[in-house]
């Protein structure tokens, strides 16, 4: 069973999902952003590494200002008010956004975890993960992101996946098409 065939909001044992997350209007607008950020390759590392052999596709940073409020504000609430419900861990706030492009046959990432207790420059931890599908899911083949339990996350257009940064995940690699995400972390002073 995957994530997407269940009902509209779903909570399981350390993961959410809501589909129609974002309309179709919205998905647009940021399927349309592509064209105007930097995309490059995705690093695997806060120093700018790139290991292609681990994650292959690219990426772009979504800056925080007044034209990207809109989806800041939409992606904080629904996580906050999820956090607060479900997971209950003290969140302060958002890292920037990344837009995440798998649009090369074989693009992937690996297995891999998004909160390995380091701490980041602010001095605090990655806590949740979250993405956002912005891409119809009838214009790609692959590219599933498989959560730790075997999983497929939610795959329609607009629909937004939360779990714990601590929990493994691997996006499987493109057979065809291309896959456009919205990703990011909430993150908080250290476990204690």
């Known amino acids: 069973m995957t994530i997407s065939s269940l009902k509209e909001f779903s909570i399981y044992s350390d993961y959410c999902c809501k589909r129609n997350f974002l309309s179709n209007d919205e998905c647009r607008a940021l399927i349309d952003l592509r064209s105007k950020l930097r995309i490059r390759p995705g690093e695997i590392s806060a120093n700018g590494a790139v290991n292609q052999e681990i994650r292959k596709c690219h990426?772009?940073?979504?800056?925080?200002?007044?034209?990207?409020?809109?989806?800041?504000?939409?992606?904080?609430?629904?996580?906050?008010?999820?956090?607060?419900?479900?997971?209950?861990?003290?969140?302060?706030?958002?890292?920037?956004?990344?837009?995440?492009?798998?649009?090369?046959?074989?693009?992937?990432?690996?297995?891999?975890?998004?909160?390995?207790?380091?701490l980041l420059d602010n001095g605090y931890h990655r806590k949740l993960s979250f993405s956002?599908?912005?891409?119809?899911?009838?214009?790609?083949?692959?590219?599933?992101?498989?959560?730790?339990?075997?999983?497929?996350?939610?795959?329609?257009?607009?629909?937004?996946?939360?779990?714990?940064?601590f929990r493994p995940h691997v996006v499987t690699p493109l057979r065809s098409g291309t896959r456009l995400a919205i990703v990011g972390w909430a993150s908080g002073p250290p476990f204690r």
């Open 59 to 118: 990426i772009a940073w979504i800056p925080k200002h007044s034209e990207h409020e809109w989806i800041y504000d939409k992606i904080i609430s629904f996580v906050d008010k999820r956090n607060k419900t479900y997971f209950k861990y003290d969140i302060v706030g958002l890292e920037l956004l990344q837009y995440t492009v798998y649009d090369t046959p074989d693009d992937h990432y690996n297995m891999h975890i998004d909160g390995d207790n380091k």
């Open 132 to 165: 956002v599908q912005i891409s119809d899911p009838g214009t790609y083949e692959g590219s599933d992101l498989e959560l730790w339990d075997r999983q497929i996350a939610a795959k329609e257009q607009g629909a937004i996946t939360v779990f714990s940064s």
